[in-house]
């Protein structure tokens, strides 16, 4: 295990001066605070409530709020019920749980390239190899994949992808690529494990359907389903109450809450009582100014990349999320780029290569735009690019 490039980058936010690419973190302007403070005071005035919420709890989760995201996961086409509903310590803790799950030393687990850092520090204990899919863009045939998984000693376990907004990238899946994606797991007869992290944050185009949604429509049934759904509260509500939520088969389910019972027993009941009201009361609306907010952040990065950019630099466009992906000129490593960053430009970002598993992409970098002001945006990023040109 290693310690994650971005939670080491995050310290770097205590620094004066910094203009921070760094981590997606959410701006604490759009944190209810106001009603989070509330809701403790409500919760705690009571002494019935403030007895229940303050004491050990269902591994499962606070019931009320699983009824609510089984309601909410429902209106997504997922016909989910509260038995289909873990609640975990953020959608990170679920991703622990999974790789314990499925993972044997030596299996393979599927994933793009480049991928969630995070997803790959949680796997990592569990020491698999890997090997790359590209919904959308053609695949290694699943013989292959599977002769691959093979001839390493183990066997493909689970895909795993980020299907909207990815992070790192900021791309979104096709409809076409996630049914690929769905035909190929069948095919490598394996789960998918969806990570919704992004997924509420759309700015502008065509919403698709959830990877649980499409396999629920072929299967007939969220209990036949091989896709298993991590999603989470922090990117759109607060992550310091750290809820996130698994939605999947009962089979799943079950097996998830005996790893869960060896781990923390239980979430924290209070934190998850508290978002449960903070959801009840007004997700609609906090993912409303979210959207907005970040809009106009992801605007102005892109505007300023555009006025700004050295010649053979290439970037996406996200229609959602909080990150744009960069490509450097060749022959420009942004880990060696990093610290001139730093120290000349007053700038972080992270370099692409940590969500690579094999080390390549030195020519990449990750820019996200959740936490610096528009008029920050534009001048860090031209201070970037002028130092990019000088490289």
């Not at 980020?162 to 690529?177: C, K």
Request: aromatic share 8%; proline share 5%.
């Amino acid at each position: 295990m290693r310690a994650s490039e971005i939670r080491e980058l995050l310290k770097l936010l205590e620094k004066p001066g910094i203009t921070s690419f760094a981590g997606g973190v959410p701006d604490p302007a759009l944190f209810p605070i106001a009603r989070v403070n509330a809701a403790y005071a409500t919760t705690l005035a009571d002494e019935k409530t403030a007895a229940s919420g303050l004491q050990y709890s269902t591994s499962e989760g606070y019931a009320p709020l699983r009824a609510w995201i089984a309601s909410r996961m429902r209106s997504e086409g997922v016909p989910a019920q509260r038995e289909n509903i873990l609640i975990t310590s953020g959608s990170q803790q679920a991703l622990e749980f999974l790789g314990k799950l499925f993972l044997d030393a030596g299996d393979t687990a599927l994933v793009t390239a480049p991928t969630y850092l995070g997803a790959l520090q949680a796997f990592a204990a569990y020491e698999p190899r890997y090997d790359t899919v590209r919904p959308g863009t053609g695949n290694e045939t699943p013989d292959v994949l599977r002769a691959n998984a093979t001839a390493n000693g183990g066997a493909a376990k689970f895909i795993y992808l980020v299907p909207d907004f990815a992070n790192p990238t900021g791309e979104t899946l096709s409809r076409a690529a996630r049914e690929q994606a769905l035909a190929l797991a069948g095919e490598l007869d394996v789960p998918i494990i969806e990570d919704a992290a992004y997924a509420a944050l759309r700015f502008e185009g065509e919403a698709q359907p959830s990877l649980q949604a499409l396999s629920c429509a072929r299967h007939g049934d969220i209990n036949q389903s091989r896709v298993i759904y991590c999603g989470t509260f922090s990117k759109t509500l607060t992550p310091g109450l750290r809820v996130g939520w698994v939605c999947a088969s009962e089979a799943i389910i079950r097996r998830l809450v005996l790893i869960k019972q060896a781990c923390d027993l239980n979430s924290s009941l209070i934190n998850q009582m508290i978002m449960h009201g903070l959801a009840e009361g007004d997700f609609d609306g906090q993912v409303a100014r979210a959207r907005t907010h970040y809009r106009a952040r992801r605007d102005a990065m892109l505007d300023a990349l555009a006025a700004a950019a050295v010649p053979g630099m290439t970037w996406t466009r996200p229609e959602g999320g909080l990150f744009v992906w960069v490509t450097l000129p060749d022959g420009i490593d942004a880990a060696d780029l990093l610290p001139r960053a730093i120290e000349e430009a007053g700038v972080a970002f992270v370099p692409g290569g940590a969500f690579f598993t094999d080390g390549s992409g030195r020519n990449t970098l990750r820019l996200s735009y959740s936490l610096a002001g528009e008029d920050q945006i534009r001048a860090g990023i031209a201070k970037l690019c002028a130092l990019i040109t000088a490289a």
